[in-house]
């Protein structure tokens, strides 16, 4: 795979999507345990407390950790009463093309953001959505498991050797989409739960991200911690962007909540109040 790819600059916001179609952002890794749903769902919500109109598509049929979340939040709204962000959302439940561009396109009408949540496994639709994406995000753990989903490391001096083959497969999806439309995938590397890991092992990890990033072209940001509250909200699909509605703010809310701030600072979204009226997006792949 050649060096040296199209990187975005950094700038406070990406740029608007073109009229008629959501800012699709897609989370994908091929592993699973990285805390992708838990985060897709979160963003959701986050967009959605902003007055943005979020849909949400589930492309994992068989775990439907996305869809189930959602489903809970439904019911807790029915059940309590109380109005919460609620997205649009659907999973999708057969294996053909028809039926995947259908619910795309019903999720993408009037949505500014369409949020996808893939399987942790090589998947047809995953890697359909991730050409699509105007944001894609790859949640890992910091550890050099989880990093070699992306590259490979020498054993004794951790010094990066070559990308994976999942860095290749975001690298050719990235061409596609340039093909396509002339459009550049902002792919984003997530390092979710960073204070469990012991500090040297941290710093070679860290060192070995900003070295492949260089060569591959993806940011880094901080994402969500190993909290037990994420877990506990699950029954009820609740967030953190609702914590105030239903009981006391403990110290572990408070810096729950300052995490899914700088993540969500971090994506550099565009402002969902700049964002144009959508309508379906035409299939591309």
Do not use: C
Request: charged content about 25%; proline content about 7%.
């Amino acid at each position: 795979m050649p060096s040296g790819p199209d990187q975005k600059p950094v700038t406070d916001q990406q740029p608007l999507p073109d009229a008629g179609k959501p800012h699709v952002i897609v989370f994908a890794n091929e592993k699973g345990g990285t805390g992708k749903s838990t985060t897709a769902v979160h963003v959701a919500i986050a967009l959605a407390a902003k007055g943005a109109r979020v849909s949400v598509f589930d492309l994992d049929q068989r775990q439907r950790t996305v869809g189930r979340y959602l489903d809970n939040r439904a019911e807790t709204v029915r059940r309590s009463g109380t109005a919460l962000p609620m997205p649009r959302h659907a999973t999708h439940a057969a294996q053909s093309d028809d039926a995947f561009e259908e619910t795309w396109n019903d999720l993408s009408a009037d949505a500014d953001f369409l949020i996808v949540d893939t399987p942790g496994r090589d998947d047809p639709f995953a890697r359909t959505a991730a050409m699509l994406a105007n944001t894609l995000v790859t949640p890992m753990n910091d550890s050099f498991v989880d990093f070699d989903l992306i590259g490979q490391v020498d054993p004794e001096t951790y010094k990066v050797t070559r990308p994976s083959f999942y860095s290749e497969l975001i690298w050719d999806a990235r061409k596609t989409r340039a093909r396509a439309d002339g459009a550049t995938i902002d792919w984003v590397v997530l390092r979710n739960r960073l204070q469990h890991i012991e500090a040297r092992n941290m710093r070679r990890v860290s060192d070995a991200l900003g070295q492949l990033a260089k060569r591959v072209g993806f940011r880094i940001i901080p994402g969500l911690g190993e909290r037990v509250i994420y877990r506990e909200m699950f029954p009820a699909g609740l967030t953190m962007i609702d914590s105030r509605e239903f009981g006391a703010m403990g110290l572990g809310h408070v810096a729950a909540r300052q995490e899914l701030r700088e993540m969500m600072s971090g994506l550099q979204l565009p402002d969902p109040a700049a964002l144009p009226v959508s309508a379906p997006l035409a299939a591309t792949a």
